[in-house]
Structure formats: C-alpha cells, structure tokens
C-alpha cells in the first residue's frame, strides 16, 4: 500500500522519537511517496527554524532520501490531494486543516497517536 508523507509527518521521529517507517510498515504501507513540495518546505524550514525544531526538519530532509519523490508544483498540501486521489494512497500528517480536506476527500488519514504510535484516523470514530 502507498503513503504520502507531509511535511510534518517526516518531522514526527525527532519530534516524538517515533519511527515512522517502522509504524508504517506495521499499518502495512510499503512504499512511501514525498512530494518535492514537501522537501523544498523541509528545506525552508531547515533554514529559518532554531533549535530542536530546525533539528527536526534537517533529519526530515535526510530520513526524505527513503522514500520515492515525485515532481509537481504548487502548493504542498493541494499536490498531497491531488497525489492521493490519483495514487490511491494514504496520508500520513499531523496537520488539521490538511487532516479537515483530506477527510471530506475520503482519503485514508495516518497519524500520531498517544505520541508514541502511528494509526489510521478511522480508528478514532
């Protein structure tokens, strides 16, 4: 099964100290997809960001070289929809306002849970 991975999403082991390819691969995802929307963010953030969170996003940027990127512009959160939508893939994110679209999109939601594991939205309701 494929997963997009948000931004936040490669944040999440430094973060949480969670691994998230390890959690993934639990939930039965095993190709892992990042939009270079996602890496270009990661890479702004690696550069205005201080501290543990700048940290966070240098590891997110290297932990990105695991999984296969895809090349399209715009906006990170509207080419995850379009991606999932058109792959059929899962997305894991821990952001709100993409978790609120992604939901009314039907699209499976992977995320932090309990701060030490990875579960699928659904499992809440």
Same mark, same amino acid.
């Given at each position: 099964?494929?997963?997009?991975?948000?931004?936040?999403?490669?944040?999440?082991?430094?973060?949480?100290?969670?691994?998230?390819?390890?959690?993934?691969?639990?939930?039965?995802?095993?190709?892992?997809?990042?939009?270079?929307?996602?890496?270009?963010?990661?890479?702004?953030?690696?550069?205005?960001?201080?501290?543990?969170?700048?940290?966070?996003?240098?590891?997110?940027?290297?932990?990105?070289?695991?999984?296969?990127?895809?090349? *399209?512009?715009?906006?990170?959160?509207?080419?995850?929809?379009?991606? *999932? #939508?058109?792959?059929? *893939?899962?997305?894991?994110?821990?952001?709100?306002?993409?978790?609120? #679209?992604?939901?009314?999109?039907?699209?499976?939601?992977?995320?932090?849970?309990?701060?030490?594991?990875?579960?699928?939205?659904?499992?809440?309701?």
């Amino acid at each position: 099964m494929k997963v997009i991975i948000d931004t936040n999403g490669l944040m999440i082991p430094v973060q949480f100290n969670v691994d998230i390819f390890e959690e993934l691969k639990r939930l039965g995802y095993n190709r892992f997809i990042v939009p270079l929307a996602v890496i270009k963010e990661l890479e702004s953030l690696g550069k205005k960001l201080r501290g543990k969170d700048r940290t966070a996003a240098k590891i997110a940027l290297s932990l990105s070289q695991r999984c296969e990127v895809i090349e *399209a512009c715009g906006h990170a959160d509207d080419i995850i929809i379009g991606l *999932a #939508r058109e792959l059929g *893939a899962a997305v894991l994110t821990n952001d709100i306002g993409l978790k609120k #679209r992604l939901e009314s999109e039907h699209i499976p939601i992977i995320c932090l849970r309990q701060k030490n594991r990875l579960g699928n939205i659904k499992d809440d309701i």
